[in-house]
């Protein structure tokens, strides 16, 4: 059965400091993978994806993402870090077809001055 | 933007209470699903469907039930409120390979 984890429930950075959000997931077959930002008491936004193709791939608000097949891992990066991108983060792996995602844990992002 | 609506945003209701919390989607999605997430923690699936008529349980068993009528409608029905149910539960659907979600309803029940 598919999974995700991200093993950091929480991290703190400082403005302008950069930041990388670990995922790693398991999944029998080719994965598609996601990552979503939730602020709070709000629903979630999607960041970027993975299909296929160049692994390291670009999202909104400066984000990206690199897959690596090796390690199973799929990490969130920002070269550097806004009060406003304090949230959740949430890493989600899903497949073609008829499949919903599963979501990982989540880690909630803090940004200090 | 994501045409994915959820109401009512906030809710506290008293226990025994029959709820529905409705979803609409005017992207004209087939794949519709119901997550519940308690606060800090993980999304779970408790419902999904893939098309008019269509649903299923999710990985989370859940006392709510859902209906899928119509393509854009997506209601999930708790016929009697427990403080158990007390979460947060988000709507979602899907399409060209996106997920677009809800804001989701904040459920109390006392």
């Known amino acids: 059965a598919q999974s995700v984890t991200q093993p950091d429930i929480h991290i703190t950075v400082s403005e302008g400091a950069s930041l990388e959000l670990r995922c790693n997931y398991s999944?029998?077959?080719?994965?598609?993978l996601f990552w979503y930002v939730q602020s709070p008491g709000q629903g979630l936004q999607l960041l970027l994806k993975y299909f296929s193709g160049d692994t390291l791939v670009q999202g909104i608000k400066g984000f990206e993402a690199e897959f690596k097949r090796s390690q199973s891992s799929f990490n969130l990066r920002k070269p550097s870090v806004h009060w406003s991108d304090a949230a959740e983060y949430f890493c989600a792996v899903g497949a073609r077809g008829n499949t919903p995602l599963v979501f990982g844990k989540g880690t909630r992002l803090s940004v200090i001055a | 933007e994501a045409d994915i609506y959820q109401t009512p945003r906030y809710l506290v209701i008293g226990t025994g209470k029959k709820i529905t919390l409705e979803c609409s989607q005017t992207?004209?999605?087939?794949?519709m699903y119901w997550y519940q997430q308690d606060p800090g923690m993980e999304l779970h699936l408790i419902h999904y469907s893939y098309g008019v008529n269509s649903t299923e349980k999710g990985d989370l068993s859940s006392e709510s039930t859902v209906s899928r009528i119509r393509t854009e409608h997506f209601p999930l029905t708790l016929e009697s409120a427990r403080p158990s149910h007390t979460s947060q539960y988000l709507c979602a659907s899907s399409g060209g390979g996106k997920a677009f979600f809800g804001q989701g309803t904040r459920l109390t029940v006392v």
């Open positions: 992207m004209g999605h087939d794949k």
């Open positions: 999944y029998g077959a080719t994965p598609y």
